[in-house]
């Protein structure tokens, strides 16, 4: 008889990345994600239970777009934000605060990206302009800015 396995935390950890990937040619990498429509976003991701920041960001990096060039730097960087409603029930009952840890990715030029189809629909690169003003998010949006410096 093989031992139980850990049970596996039914709601999602209120902790998670942001990793902004960008060019020396100041060119901002943009994921539009499946739900909601419309919703632009740098890699992002919840942290699993036990599991680091600096591990859930290159996980995340890897998921999502399958990029494994360029130096992943921590910016050390956080920030609460409110969890919106329409992603509150993946959160426990009366959690509604978030804690972002922001990272950022530069690459020497563009590389090929290889979405996850189950969580984005298409990518583009674009100026810091174009990028602040398309992402969907407060501190993503303050961490462009702070890259584009």
Excluded at 13 to 34: D, K, N
Excluded at 35 to 45: D, I, K, L, M
Excluded at 95 to 107: C, D, I, P, S
Excluded at 128 to 147: F, G, H, Y
């Amino acid at each position: 008889m093989e031992p139980a396995s850990p049970a596996v935390p039914a709601f999602r950890r209120p902790e998670s990345v942001l990793i902004v990937i960008y060019t020396a040619g100041a060119e901002f990498l943009l994921l539009e994600r499946c739900r909601p429509a419309g919703f632009w976003q740098s890699v992002t991701g919840s942290l699993e239970w036990g599991e680091m920041p600096n591990d859930c960001a290159r996980r995340e990096l890897l998921e999502e777009t399958g990029i494994t060039q360029g130096f992943l730097r921590n910016l050390q960087w956080t920030q609460v934000y409110d969890i919106w409603p329409s992603f509150g029930k993946k959160y426990a009952p009366g959690v509604t605060r978030n804690l972002e840890h922001g990272f950022a990715l530069k690459l020497q030029e563009r590389v090929p990206v290889r979405l996850s189809p189950s969580e984005h629909v298409q990518y583009r690169w674009c100026s810091a302009d174009e990028a602040v003003a398309t992402v969907s998010s407060d501190t993503n949006r303050a961490v462009i800015q702070q890259l584009r410096r």
